[in-house]
């Protein structure tokens, strides 16, 4: 029995170790292909194959992250050049990657925010499940609560769609200025020039962070 059972001990470390080298042989393959690929559409098909065999041989979280990263750019692509269904197709695929990904690391501030990105480009420009997306976002805050990134991403979102937001909401939003305001002096700054590349001047902006 001790000798059946190193046996099957021997023959599952043999199993995952090969599972672990294919995901991995396939997740660099993937990584080569991109950096020589001359476009993302032209060299789609190749770059989704070798995900899908990485993921299917071992389930790092790392290889969904990527695979939602290759869905969610087809879906950019697709909403400024292709058809909003076909947008909308990419975003399924890159949702089904990123719930894959928070089951396995669920502690994934990033991936909370890609997630909701997918929401909120659904149906663009129109916001049919901001709140969808909010809850992502504000579950990605939550679990990084300080990352100058996440708030400078996050929080000009929600100044950009202030109409969406409740008076609640605005309150928070406003409170979380200026908590990354006081915390880093180069973060009103980079929110600043983060608004002007889509706004002629931050008079919309005052007015929001002061009433």
């Known amino acids: 029995m001790k000798r059946l059972a190193g046996a099957a001990a021997a023959v599952l470390i043999l199993s995952l ?6 995901g991995f042989h396939n997740y660099y393959a993937y990584q080569e292909l991109r950096r020589e690929a001359v476009s993302i559409e032209g060299s789609f098909s190749r770059l989704e194959a070798r995900l899908r065999r990485a993921v299917r041989f071992y389930g ?26 076909s947008r ?7 949702q089904h990657s990123l719930s894959e990904q928070i089951v396995r690391s669920p502690a994934d501030a990033f991936a909370y925010y890609e997630l909701g990105k997918t929401w909120m480009l659904y149906n663009f420009p129109l ?17 990084y609560p300080t990352h ?12 950009t769609q202030w109409q969406m937001l409740t008076e609640r909401d605005r309150s928070v939003v406003r ?5 990354m305001e006081k915390a ?7 929110l600043r020039d983060r608004w002007l590349r889509s706004y002629e001047n931050t008079e919309k902006l005052d007015d929001i962070l002061t009433h």
């Open 17 to 22: 170790s090969v599972r672990f080298y294919a």
């Open 60 to 85: 790092n979280p790392v290889f969904f992250k990527e695979l939602a990263r290759l869905y969610l750019e087809r879906a950019l692509a697709e909403n400024e050049f292709g058809t909003p269904k």
């Open 88 to 94: 909308d197709e990419f975003l399924d695929r890159a």
């Open 127 to 143: 916001m049919t499940y901001f709140d969808r997306g909010k809850a992502c976002f504000d579950e990605a805050l939550r679990l």
């Open 148 to 159: 100058e990134f996440l708030n400078l991403s996050i929080i000009l979102t929600y100044l």
């Open 175 to 179: 409170l979380r200025v200026r908590m």
């Open 184 to 190: 880093n002096k180069d973060f009103m700054p980079k």
